[in-house]
């Protein structure tokens, strides 16, 4: 069986933060500044400047993810690298995103050039890391460090690389330190990928 390439979508295939922000200024009348990588906690109503209640953040994403998604481009070289690593491995998208909006996620990569089937997952990543590897060899790439903890404690065996793919937010989330590694550029992952694959085996 051909290894497999587990991806999260949000700042690892596609723009999350920019996008998310552009959205929640013209659907929200809300202000996303990013001094730290949190979401919550950095908006603001623009009418007022009150900040958001964290309480309204559920739906805000809710929103977005109903709405905003087509606003969603790939990150650089996102593209290009994963159709190249389609030929050698079976890569599948495993995304924190409610059941009920999968189908457009799945229809924007479509439109992005990545037909790639799409598991729409709630909480910590690691019991369906673990399924989606089975007995394949497997590399598991998020740009969340918790999700990583994650894999670790369910599926050791399984490659960890830690992405995220936003300049601006790049800076602001230290290394996870449960990855095997820090690759931001797709470019520079690309072979970090294939080695772990082939050296797994
Ligand atoms: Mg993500």
């Known amino acids: 069986m051909r290894p497999r390439l587990i991806l999260d979508c949000d700042e ?3 723009e999350f933060a920019g996008p998310f922000a552009q959205w929640l200024r013209e ?4 202000e996303l500044k990013f001094d730290s990588s949190a979401l919550i906690g950095n908006m603001r109503h623009l009418s007022d400047g009150r900040p ?3 309480a309204d953040f559920p739906a805000l994403l809710d929103g977005f993810f109903e709405h905003g998604q087509r606003l969603q481009q790939p990150a650089e070289g996102a593209v290009e690298v ?6 050698d491995f079976d890569l599948i998208v495993l995304t924190n995103i409610p059941a009920a909006w999968r189908d457009i996620r799945l229809e ?9 089937p799409v598991h729409a997952n709630d909480g910590p990543k690691g019991r369906m890391v673990k399924e989606l590897a089975g007995d394949r060899r497997a590399v598991f790439v998020d740009d969340l460090p918790p ?13 960890r690389l830690h992405m995220v793919a936003d300049a601006t937010l ?11 590694v820090r690759i931001d550029r797709w470019d520079e992952a690309e072979g970090w990928i294939r080695d772990y694959l082939e050296r797994a085996a």
Do not use: Q
């Not at 924007?108 to 790639?116: A, I, K, N, T």
């Not at 602001?172 to 990855?179: K, S």
């Open 27 to 30: 659907a929200r009348d809300v």
């Open 147 to 159: 999700h990583h903890s994650s894999a670790l404690k369910h599926a050791p065996e399984v490659g």
């Open 108 to 116: 924007v990569l479509r439109e992005r050039g990545l037909d790639v």
């Open 52 to 54: 958001v209640d964290p």
């Open 170 to 180: 790049r800076g602001l989330i230290p290394a996870a330190p449960d990855a095997h």
């Open 12 to 14: 690892v295939i596609l």
């Open 82 to 87: 994963l159709t190249a690593l389609s030929k």
